[in-house]
């Protein structure tokens, strides 16, 4: 298998991608005004070393909006872990 800091040709996932929504905050349910989907960090996480360290860095594209809040959501598909995508949120915070 080689040393942990070696890099190999391993397909950690067999999908990774960020999505981002703005919302604006009103009265009620808040209306998501932008929102994008990014596939580029599946080839960031697929190129790091056994500890994650990839050196280097992800950025989206930038999503602008006024008085807004916005919401992620990562998905990851591991590779034959059985699993399937798993989900991961992160909200901002209900006040803007």
Do not use: C
């Not at 929504?21 to 960031?44: F, H, L, M």
């Amino acid at each position: 298998m080689g040393r942990p800091d070696q890099r190999a040709d391993w397909n950690y996932f067999n999908s990774a991608f960020l999505r981002v929504w703005i919302g604006k905050s009103v009265a009620g349910p808040d209306p998501v005004v932008r929102s994008g989907t990014y596939t580029g960090i599946e080839s960031r996480l697929e190129t790091s070393n056994y500890w994650g360290n990839y050196n280097g860095s992800y950025k989206t594209p930038t999503i602008s909006s006024t008085k807004a809040y916005a919401d992620a959501q990562v998905r990851l598909d591991w590779r034959n872990d059985g699993k399937g995508t798993q989900v991961h949120n992160y909200t901002a915070s209900p006040r803007v």
